[in-house]
Each structure stands twice: as structure tokens, then as C-alpha cells.
């Protein structure tokens, strides 16, 4: 078993709809990390989190220690959302990264 | 602009034929990174390095070499490429430990041996 799970693995939704992924993780950690990645390829660090929430734009990602559990949510969901969302965590010393959430917003 | 540069972005090549992939970044990081990433697999980390002349492997070090002879310089060494290693690169640098502040990735170098 992954030490870090993502779910959905795919996910397909109309431009405007609210999304969420969802990420839960199995061992003790220090930080998370949500990362995005798009179509060409690289990719972009969206947010760092120890606790609590952080907003940037229509992006919100939120962590339960206790629950080890990590949500992201995209609001008003737009085509250019349209990427793989990764979730890592910092165990060990070291990221564990998840196998990713490909979204697709379809306009 | 900040950025991590890696070369080449792909790259067709053949069994045992010796090849190295660059990674140079301007924002003074400490530490530096290459994973690479397989379908099914995800991103799993190569080897890191938390200063100059400082490297250590990750979970799958086999086959590959690294220095940092040079802060911003990353280089990825593949002294007997084989068709296993055929995979999408990607080189990272962050300010301290990843985890403590965010990574930047390069654009990612995809590498295909025959």
C-alpha cells in the first residue's frame, strides 16, 4: 500500500464546478505539499501546508493532522485547470510523493 | 527570472552510451534534487544534495551519479544508460530541505533509451 493515496485518480468536470482531491497519507510528517502539473510537463508547487488552510485565487488546500488527511479545492473550475495535482509529504527526511490527480475541466 | 534550467529537454539515445543531463538554478538554493517519474509510479527521487560537495541517494539510486561541485549546478550522470532508465527527469532545487520551504522544478527532460 502507498504510503501516500490520492483520490480520484482521474476526474473529469464542467468549467464553474467546485472540485476536490483528496489526499491521505499513512506515516508521520513534518509538511505537506500540493503540486501541479500540466500537459507540457513541468511542474509548479501550489502550496505548502503543516496545518489549518491556505488560500491562493480560486485554490484551497486544507490538512487534518489528526485525520492525516489533506483536501484541495478548486472553485469556479476553468479549463487552464486542466493538469495533474500531486501531493507530497515531507517524511523521514525525505518527499513521498502521491501518483497524482489528472483533471480535466471541459468548457 | 528564477527559474531551474535543465538540458537537454529530450533525448533519443542508444544502450551504454554515456550521457549527462544539466541542471543549473539562479536563486542561491541550498538544496537540490532529480526524481524522475513513471506511469503507475509517480515522482521517486533519485539522488539530493543539501550543499556543495554534499550528495546522498534517494529510494532508487541505481545506475545514475550526481556532483555538485557548484551550488547551482546539478548534473545527472548516466555512465551506462539501459532501456529501464527510460523515464521523464525532473531536477528540483529549494531554499532549505523540501518540506521547510517549496521546491522549483525544471521543465523536465525526457529521455528514451534503445
Known amino acids: 500500500k502507498n504510503e501516500v493515496e490520492q483520490s480520484p485518480q482521474n476526474l473529469t468536470a464542467q468549467e464553474g464546478e467546485f472540485i476536490t482531491i483528496n489526499c491521505s497519507y499513512s506515516?508521520?510528517?513534518?509538511?505537506l505539499h500540493w503540486l501541479q502539473q500540466h500537459p507540457g510537463g513541468g511542474i509548479v508547487s501550489l502550496f505548502m501546508l503543516s496545518s489549518g488552510k491556505k488560500k491562493h485565487g480560486r485554490l484551497i488546500a486544507t490538512i487534518n493532522i489528526q485525520e492525516k488527511h489533506s483536501s484541495l479545492h478548486i472553485t469556479a473550475s476553468h479549463p487552464r485547470d486542466s493538469a495533474v495535482y500531486i501531493c507530497?509529504?515531507?517524511?523521514?527526511?525525505?518527499?513521498?510523493f502521491g501518483q497524482g490527480t489528472e483533471l480535466s475541466v471541459k468548457p | 527570472e528564477a527559474q531551474v534550467t535543465q538540458n537537454p529537454r529530450y533525448l533519443i539515445t542508444v544502450t551504454g552510451k554515456k550521457l549527462t543531463v544539466t541542471c543549473s538554478q539562479n536563486?542561491?538554493?541550498?538544496?537540490m534534487s532529480w526524481y524522475r517519474q513513471d506511469p503507475g509510479l509517480g515522482l521517486r527521487q533519485i539522488y539530493y544534495s543539501m550543499n556543495v560537495e554534499v550528495t546522498d541517494k534517494g529510494d532508487v539510486p541505481e545506475g545514475y551519479k550526481v556532483s555538485r561541485k557548484e551550488k547551482r549546478n546539478f548534473p545527472l550522470i548516466l555512465e551506462s544508460p539501459s532501456p529501464n532508465q527510460t523515464s521523464l527527469y525532473f531536477c528540483?532545487?529549494?531554499?532549505?530541505?523540501?518540506?521547510?520551504?517549496?521546491?522549483?522544478f525544471g521543465d523536465g527532460t525526457r529521455l528514451s533509451i534503445l
Open positions: 507530497a509529504v515531507r517524511a523521514r527526511g525525505k518527499l513521498i
Open positions: 528540483a532545487s529549494s531554499l532549505l530541505s523540501p518540506g521547510f520551504t517549496p521546491q522549483h
Open positions: 506515516v508521520g510528517i513534518s509538511a
Open positions: 536563486m542561491n538554493h541550498e538544496y
